[in-house]
DNA sequence: CTTGACCCTGCCGCAGCGTCAACGTCTTCA
DNA sequence: TGAAGACGTTGACGCTGCGGCAGGGTCAAG
């Protein structure tokens, strides 16, 4: 047989018979004067065998192990590996389908927001109520990040708090209030006295339950800074006080 | 914040920051004087929303296109044909894994004759009493073979008629005749006379079930001369004739 | 002044081939 | 006999999603 009926006979490309050739998977056979290569049945057997084994989702590495030691042993071992591998990567996938599928059941009320997570999606967009100012905006896309960004023995607890802050119509009604009162600082200086009042109402909107590690946190940190620079002077004046209040608040 | 604190805060490494740059997937940032990227809060919120969605198994180049048109309508679209895709990856995974069983349980057996189809496998392994005889060694590699290179419609049927054969006593011990006959031609003429009784032997066993498609075949095919090579010339020669006799039966 | 922890750019490497390129060879048909 | 077309040869680059290294610079603390 030349290469192509090889290929042909057994299923693959004649590229990947090179390919195995190249990885010393598969042993080269003799060649003709012309210098085509002349293979024999043995040559097919061997490549039916590893076709086999790349199905079954070996690496061609360990295919090559495997058809090296004859003593079929290796072979169990590595079957049982690749078969807890296997079941490791089916419960990524149906993980994965999971947040998919909620993601696409909540997806059609909030489709500007972007992809949150499925859980917040669902959130956000259950509770048509929601105020549109600005600031309210990037309260919705800083929670997201949050929720994104913190450690994730924390994220269920701090889902739950959303849910139910936006579950309860006074604690809506409040959050809109603090929002406007943010917006009106977007061209004021930071030492305007609202500035104040606007962190006092803030505050008020983050009952315990929400954001315990406030209590841990340094107004100051680096990542907060980044924060910061996202809002106008005067209003990262005010979240700043915002956190020194729940600092105080929780110590 | 400066690249590591970004890379610390959404939980990525500098390295994928720097990726999703040079890709375009995330803006690059003002530089500081030293040359160091300084990182706002929209590129956390952008990163944050990257990862999510290569979490959720999207490719890069999509996760670009999903974040350019802001327009939210192509990420529907786009979520459920990865839903689709994710689906049948599960479904080849859950094949896999089944051949995988299959293959592992039966696999006591039958260690030094590699890996074979589970089906197959399965049927070796039950079946104790096979001979032994290089011939009978050969047989088995070459159904073997023959399962992997045959069209995937036949291949069940193929499977069943070999079940079939390995079930009867008689068959098992008409093939171990055929077997004997053809061991003993390894170093005889291709004239020898014991070629014709050998084929004819071997041409009982198998039965017009099995290998239906030996009528239309042609006994000097470029696939069987290259059966033939791993075979000594008497023997090739009987094979060649239980060829013609079987296409000679059922034309 | 040194040490250590960052940052920079840029390039190679991984799996498993696909896909040219640039060429030789064999068969076949007019 | 010559040209076409279907094969074969080696070699090298392309794809994904980064990891890791080389070979630097920058900055704060001891």
Redesign the interface.
């Given at each position: 047989?030349r290469i192509g009926?090889?290929a042909a006979?057994?299923?693959v490309t004649t590229r990947a018979v090179r390919h195995y050739h190249h990885l010393g998977l598969l042993p080269e056979p003799e060649r003709r004067a012309n210098g085509y290569r002349e293979?024999?049945?043995?040559h097919?057997?061997v490549l039916?065998?590893i076709?086999?084994?790349t199905?079954?989702?070996l690496g061609l590495a360990e295919v090559r192990d495997?058809l090296a030691d004859?003593?079929?042993?290796d072979?169990?071992e590595v079957?049982?590996e690749?078969?807890e591998d296997?079941?490791r990567?089916?419960a990524a996938?149906?993980e994965?389908?999971a947040?998919?599928?909620t993601?696409?059941d909540a997806?059609g009320g909030?489709?500007?927001?972007?992809?949150?997570?499925p859980e917040l999606a669902a959130l956000f967009a259950g509770a048509s109520h929601l105020s549109d100012s600005p600031m309210a905006v990037k309260d919705r896309?800083?929670i997201?990040?949050l929720e994104?960004?913190m450690p994730a023995e924390d994220r269920e607890r701090m889902v739950a708090s959303v849910g139910e802050a936006l579950g309860s119509p006074g604690a809506v009604a409040r959050a809109g209030e603090a929002y406007a009162l943010l917006d009106a600082l977007a061209d004021a200086e930071p030492d305007d006295p609202r500035v104040e009042e606007a962190a006092v109402a803030l505050a008020g909107c983050i009952p315990p339950g929400l954001f315990p590690e406030a209590g841990e946190l340094d107004p100051d940190d680096?990542?907060l800074?980044?924060?910061y620079?996202?809002l106008a002077p005067a209003q990262a004046e005010a979240v700043r006080r915002t956190l020194r209040i729940l600092v105080e608040e929780r110590r």
């Open positions: 047989m009926e090889l006979v057994v299923g293979y024999g049945l043995r097919a057997v039916a065998r076709r086999r084994l199905e079954l989702g495997v004859d003593a079929g042993k072979l169990v079957l049982t690749l078969d296997l079941a990567q089916e996938l149906r994965r389908r947040r998919l599928r993601l696409l997806e909030m489709p500007a927001e972007g992809p949150v997570s896309e800083i997201a990040f994104t960004a680096g990542f800074r980044a924060f620079d996202d």
